[in-house]
Nanobody, 127 residues
Framework: QVQLVESGGGLVQAGGSLRLSCTAS????????LGWFRQAQGNEREFVAV??????????YYADSVKGRFTVTRDSAKNTVYLQMNSLKAEDTAVYYC??????????????????WGQGTQVIVSS
C-alpha cells in the first residue's frame, strides 16, 4: 500500500524559510514523479514543483511563482523528498501536498496524472 506523509508545515514570518518533507512507503516503482502542489483557501490546487525520479536522475522543475525560492531535493536512503522554501511570501500560504505519478512522463503539472496523495501540511506566512 502506497503511503505519502508530509510534515514540516507551520507558521513563519514573511522572508523566512520552511522545509517540508514527504516520506514515501510502499512504492513499487523505480521511476516516478513526485510533485508538490498547494491549495490556498478559496483557490484551486496548483502545481508548485516536481522531481522526476529515475535510478540515475532526479530532474526538478518549478512553477514560475516559486522559481529561485523553492528547491526540491531527495534523500534516497530515507525515501524522503524535501521542499525547501526560502524567502516566503504571504501568498505562499496554503496547504501543501505531495503526490506521486508512476508514469514518469507527460505534463508533471497536471494534477490528474498523480495517483497517490499525502494528507497535506499547512503553511502560513504572516506578513
Amino acid at each position: 500500500q502506497v503511503q505519502l506523509v508530509e510534515s514540516g508545515g507551520g507558521l513563519v514570518q514573511a522572508g523566512g524559510s520552511l522545509r517540508l518533507s514527504c516520506t514515501a512507503s510502499g512504492l513499487p516503482y523505480r521511476s516516478y514523479d513526485l510533485g508538490w502542489f498547494r491549495q490556498a483557501q478559496g483557490n484551486e490546487r496548483e502545481f508548485v514543483a516536481v522531481i522526476r525520479l529515475s535510478a540515475l536522475r532526479g530532474d526538478t522543475y518549478y512553477a514560475d511563482s516559486v522559481k529561485g525560492r523553492f528547491t526540491v531535493t531527495r534523500d534516497s536512503a530515507k525515501n524522503t523528498v524535501y521542499l525547501q522554501m526560502n524567502s516566503l511570501k504571504a501568498e505562499d500560504t496554503a496547504v501543501y501536498y505531495c503526490a506521486v505519478d508512476p508514469s514518469n512522463v507527460g505534463d508533471y503539472r497536471a494534477e490528474r496524472k498523480y495517483d497517490y496523495w499525502g494528507q497535506g501540511t499547512q503553511v502560513i506566512v504572516s506578513s
